[in-house]
């Protein structure tokens, strides 16, 4: 499992975060950066260990579908409002392989990158 060896010290889990939203990137990078990741751009050269794409984003299922297509062995986790069951049902049929309330999905990737998924 890549998140463990990066756990190790062989590699720093590579995070790719798409949100629109600068308080939210600004809060859960700092928090996923403390805890040994690397957030990378967006960029098609990227190798994201883990994406997580915020399903409040106006264009989040097109973004989650052409992740899935550049990267279909990488885990695609869409975060959003828990009461809003039809956008996580609409991002799991993208391509997302993990949904989470946006209330939690700090603590999830946290334990994602010690290497719980």
């Keep these: 499992m890549r998140a463990a060896s990066a756990r190790k010290g062989i590699e720093p889990v590579k995070i790719l975060l798409l949100s629109d939203d600068l308080m939210t990137r600004v809060r859960i990078e700092s928090r996923w950066k403390s805890a040994g990741a690397q957030l990378l751009k967006n960029d098609p050269a990227a190798e994201p260990d883990l994406i997580v794409v915020d399903l409040g ?3 989040a299922l097109e973004r989650i579908t052409r ?4 990267h279909p062995d990488t885990d695609i986790l869409g975060f959003g409002p828990h009461v809003d069951g039809d956008a996580f049902r609409q991002a799991k ?12 999905v700090v603590e999830k990737v946290l334990a994602w990158i010690a290497g719980g998924r």
């Design 57 to 59: 984003a106006a264009d």
């Design 67 to 70: 992740m899935h297509s550049a």
């Design 93 to 104: 049929a993208a391509g997302a392989t993990q949904l989470v309330a946006r209330g939690k």
